[in-house]
């Protein structure tokens, strides 16, 4: 039973490219959770989504940061026009229905540098 | 707002002996308190947890203890052993939105 994967594990970007990551939750899962942690500092909320919703996005700037998790596929965050200071670790975390909100599975979690 | 502190950002421990790890918090609607253990490049993987309603939590090697009142809880691991050496986060929850502490560095001696 494959944990959450997350790609690419790596990701450079350049002042005013896109980012895209990507997040498999694990199977069965249908409850996404997106944490950034930015050097020196704990892991803190961006969004919940459950299949093609988002429930709870209060922890996402409000500009350029979008977040989606479709029937089919992964959950995407995208983070348009990129600036320095989004390069980040960013996690994402799984749940099964009918779990604990806060039992929650993360993956390997994906390096953005923003040149 | 920082809601979950952990106030030491390093810890060194001789093997064998005991370590303890500390936790503030700020918000008094969390019910449910956990900790997690982060590799280099790996994501955060969960411990030990211990809801409100209890005062500690024992599995193994880890035992949390939870003072409601001081709004503080511990997380003790002993022995400690090499493979300990990570960062731990301490996390809380009122819901589904894990709020976590800025992690603390555990490096046990040999």
């Known amino acids: 039973n494959a944990g959450v994967m997350q790609n690419p594990r790596h990701l450079v970007r350049r002042r005013g490219q896109e980012a895209r990551l990507r997040c498999s939750p694990m199977k069965g899962h249908s409850h996404v959770y997106w944490y950034r942690q930015l050097p020196e500092e704990g892991l803190k909320f961006m969004v919940y989504?459950?299949?093609?919703?988002?429930?709870?996005e209060s922890g996402m700037p409000k500009e350029r940061f979008s977040a989606e998790f479709p029937k089919e596929g992964p959950s995407i965050l995208r983070i348009q026009q990129v600036v320095r200071g989004d390069s980040a670790a960013y996690f994402c975390a799984s749940r099964a229905d009918g779990g604990r909100g806060n039992e929650q599975f993360f993956g390997p979690g994906t390096r953005l540098t923003v040149l | 707002d920082q809601q979950v502190k952990q106030n030491s950002p390093s810890l060194s421990v001789q093997e064998g002996r005991i370590s303890i790890l500390n936790c503030d918090y700020t918000?008094?609607?969390?019910?449910?308190f956990l900790w997690y253990k982060k590799y280099p490049a790996e994501g955060p993987t969960f411990l030990i947890s211990?809801?409100?309603?209890?005062d500690k939590n024992e599995d193994g090697r880890f035992t949390v203890f939870l003072n409601k009142s001081a709004k503080h809880l511990s997380l003790h691991i002993v022995p400690s052993q090499p493979g300990d050496s990570a960062v731990y986060f301490c996390a809380a929850s009122d819901d589904y939105k894990l709020s976590f502490g800025a992690g603390t560095t555990v490096t046990v001696r040999a």
């Open positions: 989504l459950q299949k093609e919703n988002i429930i709870d």
């Open positions: 918000n008094s609607m969390f019910d449910y």
């Open positions: 211990i809801s409100s309603i209890k």
